[in-house]
């Protein structure tokens, strides 16, 4: 999902800035990069998404966080968007669904 996400997010003519494989790497990878937005999954190893926005929403508040969901977790999508989400987006996705949530975190409502 990861590479999908990514792959795409380059097409649209995003740059990638980092990619991590599990929360805790994510939290780092933010503190060092400070990205314009984020896409993460609920579900990662060693630290949850979840743990990781509540740990990177009050060092950085304005953070832009789209969650990554599977169908059926809407009790972890509320949670998110309670800690510091911006938005989410449920697996499976239209690319289209991705890409409006991303012009529109970053402003440039295409």
């Given at each position: 999902m990861r590479v999908a996400i990514s792959n795409m997010l380059t097409d649209w003519g995003y740059e990638?800035?980092?990619k991590a494989a599990n929360g805790k790497e994510a939290v780092a990878m933010y503190r060092e990069l400070q990205p314009d937005l984020v896409t993460m999954d609920v579900t990662m190893p060693?630290?949850?998404g979840i743990a990781a926005v509540k740990e990177i929403i009050p060092e950085f508040p304005n953070a832009k966080i789209i969650m990554i969901t599977a169908l059926g977790?809407?009790?972890l999508i509320v949670?998110?968007?309670e800690s510091g989400a911006k938005d989410f987006i449920t697996k499976p996705f239209e690319p289209e669904r991705l890409?409006?949530?991303?012009d529109h975190l970053l402003g440039q409502n295409c």
């Open positions: 990638v800035v980092g060693v630290m949850t977790q809407q009790k949670e998110a968007i890409k409006a949530v991303v």
